[in-house]
């Protein structure tokens, strides 16, 4: 080794092992924290002992014990890109996180960017790449009375819902959590964010991935991406689902884990909201308009500023059907 090995170093080259899963690396960083084992005196185990104790086969404990010149050169990579290594159990990974997916919490994440904005409350949005007009200007509502609420906006960085929402939150001088389906060396600052951010400036930005930093965008890691998404998330807001795909998943398992879920209920559903009315039968919130003609998110902000969760919805009497100024068809948030 070129230097002591810290927790965050063997969880890497665990990571970038063949075969070696979510599932085995979380087992071994749970025993090793069990056993109060230091990641040096993990490394001077026998072959035996990590097989028999670790579930570690010959091929992982290898390639631990010799890392190859690709895997050493990416964690080079990652330190020169100030690219923080987080393991699951330790400090600096997000509480929020690990309290609510308990042992199906990713076992590492790779963040890049300001980890503090961690620590504020945050809601999540979820959306089609393909969302209405409709849809994509309530998204940039919500995340600009959020981010003014000094909420913490997190979203999955895709076209459509997550880039408007990330975007406004920016715009409104507020915080935002990206959330990658892909490994966090394929980051790039899309064109609808990059006038926003200043020579790489990322005091407000925080990018995430729980894959290995090389690996490229798959449909499956999306909806795991999306499960993170929920447990970074103090609540959820659904802004436009079809009735299957990752939006929908991503609703689904927030219902799931029980966290509060808000969905747009809009008067007049576009195609790429029918799932829409399947959260609102199923335990969501409704997301409405005010009197004021803003999305009425005082609900939203209650339950994640003091930690509450009402056991009815609101009063459904109360609220107006979410409509475009001067307009009489329906919008919802």
């Known amino acids: 080794m070129r230097e002591a090995p810290t927790i965050a170093f063997v969880a890497f080259l665990l990571q970038q092992v063949p075969g070696v899963g979510v599932v085995t690396l979380r087992s071994v960083l749970a025993r090793m924290a069990r056993e109060k084992l230091s990641p040096e005196a993990f490394l001077r185990l026998d072959d035996h002992t990590l097989s028999s104790r670790y579930g570690l086969k010959p091929p992982a404990i290898t390639a631990i014990r010799h890392p190859t010149q690709a895997t050493l050169e990416t964690w080079d990579r990652l330190r ?59 998204a940039r509502e919500c995340a600009s009375i959020l981010a003014a609420a000094d909420v913490n906006v997190v979203s999955g960085y895709a076209h459509g819902v997550d880039l408007a ?42 990018v995430i991935s729980e894959f290995p930093p090389g690996l490229p965008w798959r449909a499956h890691n999306a909806m795991t991406r999306n499960r993170t998404i929920c447990g970074l998330s103090h609540a959820m807001i659904v802004v436009e689902s079809g009735l299957e795909g990752g939006t929908f998943e991503a609703g689904k398992t927030a219902l799931e884990l029980g966290e509060p879920l808000f969905c747009v209920d809009y008067a007049q559903p576009s195609p790429s909201a029918a799932g829409n009315p399947y959260f609102l039968q199923h335990g969501a919130f409704s997301l409405k308009r005010d009197r004021a003609g803003k999305p009425n998110l005082s609900r939203v902000l209650s339950i994640i500023q003091n930690g509450s969760t009402p056991n009815i919805k609101t009063d459904t009497q109360a609220e107006l059907v979410l409509r475009e100024e001067a307009a009489s068809d329906g919008a919802g948030v």
């Open 80 to 138: 020169t890109d100030f690219v923080r290594v987080l393991v699951l159990g330790q400090r600096e990974y997000p509480q929020r996180l690990a309290s609510l997916l308990l042992d199906t919490a990713p076992p590492i994440l790779f963040a890049l960017g300001n980890l503090d904005i961690c620590k504020q409350r945050a809601v999540g949005f979820c959306g089609s790449r393909k969302a209405s007009p409709k849809g994509l200007q309530v």
């Open 165 to 206: 929402a990330h975007r406004a939150a920016l715009e409104s001088g507020g915080v935002t959590t990206m959330v990658l389906a892909e490994g966090i060396h394929h980051f790039r600052l899309k064109e609808e964010i990059r006038d926003l951010v200043h020579a790489n400036e990322f005091s407000r930005l925080l």
